[in-house]
């Protein structure tokens, strides 16, 4: 059967999309070489030159198509799969869960997306430690921000980001009551981290340990009763 897919947002008439929180250090930076230049400091300019494309790469926010068969759950964040099991427990949602882990290194796309179509049920920010983001001690210890979704067939899923060693900066633009679509652009978590997802125990997993996923293109797993019912 043939994949659908669909724009969750339209796509931005620019070759080189960047992330808005990315221009105030693109800028800086750039500003910083135009002033070593002017100054004939070549060394110093060259630097900020690397160091503006870096800023500009690590910033980059491609636009995505996204997978549409019913009760598809989508990557929210590109990287690599570290954990791909069941939980007993969790503090996210009730009972054993699906827990799906994701790890962003600095060469990653880091602008997260909804993993699933539905509505903003809640969120949640709690500080913490910045511990290595690859360790699974950090899901429970680091600073990090929880969103839980309520889907259309009231199934609940939650998405945490997490931050790391080296990030610093966690943004989220849900809010509690917004109506979202699978795959829309909804944060990003600054210079390398990770993001956990909880699902319901009766998903069907798409992924395993050691799979590369792409945020709002990569399937991490389906709810067959929507599968059945699309």
Same mark, same amino acid.
């Given at each position: 059967?043939?994949?659908?897919?669909?724009?969750?947002?339209?796509?931005?008439?620019?070759?080189?999309?960047?992330?808005?929180?990315?221009?105030?250090?693109?800028?800086?930076?750039?500003?910083?070489?135009?002033?070593?230049?002017?100054?004939?400091?070549?060394?110093?300019?060259?630097?900020?030159?690397?160091?503006?494309?870096?800023?500009?790469?690590?910033?980059?926010?491609?636009?995505?198509?996204?997978?549409?068969?019913? $009760?598809?759950?989508?990557?929210?964040?590109? $990287?690599? /799969?570290?954990?791909?099991?069941?939980?007993?427990?969790?503090?996210?949602?009730?009972?054993?869960?699906?827990?799906?882990?994701?790890?962003?290194?600095?060469?990653?796309?880091?602008?997260?997306?909804?993993?699933?179509?539905?509505? /903003?049920?809640?969120?949640?920010?709690?500080?913490?430690?910045?511990?290595?983001?690859?360790?699974?001690?950090?899901?429970?210890?680091?600073?990090?921000?929880?969103?839980?979704?309520?889907?259309?067939?009231?199934?609940?899923?939650?998405? /945490?980001?997490?931050?790391?060693?080296?990030?610093?900066?966690?943004?989220?633009?849900?809010?509690?009551?917004?109506?979202?679509?699978?795959?829309?652009?909804? $944060?990003?978590?600054?210079?390398?981290?990770?993001?956990?997802?909880?699902?319901?125990?009766?998903?069907?997993?798409?992924?395993? /340990?050691?799979?590369?996923?792409?945020?709002?293109?990569?399937?991490?797993?389906?709810?067959?009763?929507?599968?059945?019912?699309?």
């Amino acid at each position: 059967m043939q994949e659908d897919y669909s724009w969750a947002e339209p796509p931005r008439r620019t070759a080189f999309p960047v992330a808005q929180a990315g221009y105030p250090l693109i800028a800086a930076a750039a500003f910083a070489t135009l002033v070593f230049a002017l100054l004939q400091l070549t060394l110093p300019a060259l630097l900020g030159l690397l160091a503006s494309l870096a800023i500009a790469g690590f910033f980059r926010d491609p636009d995505r198509i996204v997978p549409q068969r019913p $009760g598809q759950i989508v990557s929210p964040a590109d $990287g690599r /799969v570290i954990v791909a099991d069941v939980v007993a427990s969790c503090p996210f949602l009730e009972g054993p869960a699906y827990k799906i882990s994701i790890f962003m290194s600095v060469f990653d796309v880091h602008v997260n997306r909804v993993p699933h179509e539905g509505r /903003v049920a809640g969120t949640r920010y709690r500080p913490g430690r910045f511990i290595p983001a690859d360790r699974g001690e950090a899901s429970r210890r680091n600073e990090h921000n929880a969103v839980w979704i309520e889907t259309p067939a009231g199934e609940r899923i939650c998405f /945490v980001q997490v931050a790391g060693l080296i990030a610093r900066r966690i943004l989220c633009t849900l809010q509690e009551g917004e109506a979202v679509k699978r795959g829309q652009r909804c $944060g990003m978590i600054c210079f390398g981290s990770r993001l956990d997802v909880y699902l319901p125990r009766s998903v069907r997993p798409a992924v395993a /340990v050691g799979d590369r996923v792409q945020a709002g293109t990569s399937v991490l797993a389906t709810f067959p009763q929507e599968a059945a019912h699309g």
